[in-house]
């Protein structure tokens, strides 16, 4: 490719020493060599600032950045993405391996689609493959209906490569929710997203993951966690909702508005009743039956009184 366009990697770190090496090699390998890596690291008490320092001290190429005060995961990654100065930028996690020809085949994938994604194979903390996909989790979504990432989200941040544009537009990123799937809403609102049918990254998953995709993890939650995740819901929905404009805006707003009766309710059907009815958008990523699909649907009916009662 003649003049081929800067591609910004932002890499946020956090006591990443264990993998980052081989992270950080995966991409010295890459084909497409056009690249800058914007690295934040979040006052990491281990080695990670000093294997940054090593690769940056024999690559140009790398751009290192050091937080006063820990900002966590979601506000770590919006001041690492807005010092990328490429066309396009790619987000990469600390501890995956990435494919050697990453960049260049989503680079050719992207096309007029505002963001595109892939799918990646798990591995466990070793890098020995775990024989499971993102793909065989969720549905990929294609299009340009915010709406499908409204309960879901198939996009991980790992694997987003997106126009420099879509930033803009989702910035600020709002607080308690997945920065990903915000990306995902916002571009999809902005244009269209798409996404490259390979395993493009070995997905490592160990005990420090942000996000538990596997369910490795998973331990009960209390009433309160319940009731917690029931405003939650509603909160991202009145953020999804002032975001939107035309037929999204009219969905989301409803879906809000029942949601906000749900919670002062032991139970509200007609909530559930309109997921069902905008089920093909609503839950398009969800990889399961019809069955499956409506006992989805019912777990939304019951308001924090119910929570507290069947927990």
């Not at 591609?7 to 060599?33: H, M, P, R, W």
């Not at 770590?76 to 930028?89: D, P, S, T, W």
């Not at 879906?255 to 958008?281: D, E, G, H």
Request: glycine share 4%; charged share 25%.
């Amino acid at each position: 490719m003649e003049n081929p366009p800067l591609v910004s990697i932002a890499l946020c770190t956090y006591n990443g020493a264990a993998f980052l090496k081989e992270q950080l090699d995966s991409i010295l390998k890459q084909q497409f060599e056009n690249w800058e890596i914007v690295a934040v690291d979040d006052c990491s008490g281990d080695e990670t600032w000093e294997i940054l320092n090593g690769y940056a001290s024999k690559d140009l190429r790398f751009r290192l950045y050091r937080n006063d005060q820990n900002l966590g995961y979601n506000k770590n990654f919006e001041k690492a993405l807005q010092l990328c100065r490429g066309k396009y930028i790619a987000i990469c996690d600390q501890d995956d391996i990435w494919h050697r020809d990453k960049l260049q085949i989503q680079l050719d994938a992207i096309q007029e689609n505002e963001l595109i994604y892939h799918d990646s194979e798990f591995i466990d903390h070793a890098g020995n493959s775990m024989q499971t996909k993102i793909s065989d989790k969720f549905n990929f979504y294609r299009g340009n209906r915010p709406e499908a990432f409204l309960y879901l989200n198939c996009v991980s941040g790992h694997s987003i490569f997106m126009r420099q544009s879509v930033l803009q537009k989702a910035l600020p990123f709002p607080r308690d929710f997945h920065y990903d799937q915000w990306l995902a809403l916002v571009a999809t609102k902005n244009g269209s997203v798409d996404f490259v049918d390979q395993c493009l990254v070995q997905y490592r998953q160990h005990q420090k993951n942000n996000t538990d995709m596997l369910a490795l993890h998973a331990t009960a939650r209390s009433a309160n966690q319940k009731i917690a995740e029931l405003e939650r819901e509603s909160k991202w929905l009145k953020l999804c909702s002032e975001k939107f404009g035309d037929e999204p805006q009219k969905l989301t707003l409803k879906l809000y508005q029942q949601s906000l009766i749900r919670n002062a309710s032991f139970v509200y059907v007609p909530y559930a009743i309109t997921i069902w009815r905008n089920r093909k958008i609503l839950l398009a990523l969800l990889k399961k039956s019809e069955v499956s699909k409506f006992f989805f649907t019912i777990r939304k009916i019951w308001g924090p009184k119910a929570k507290m009662v069947l927990s």
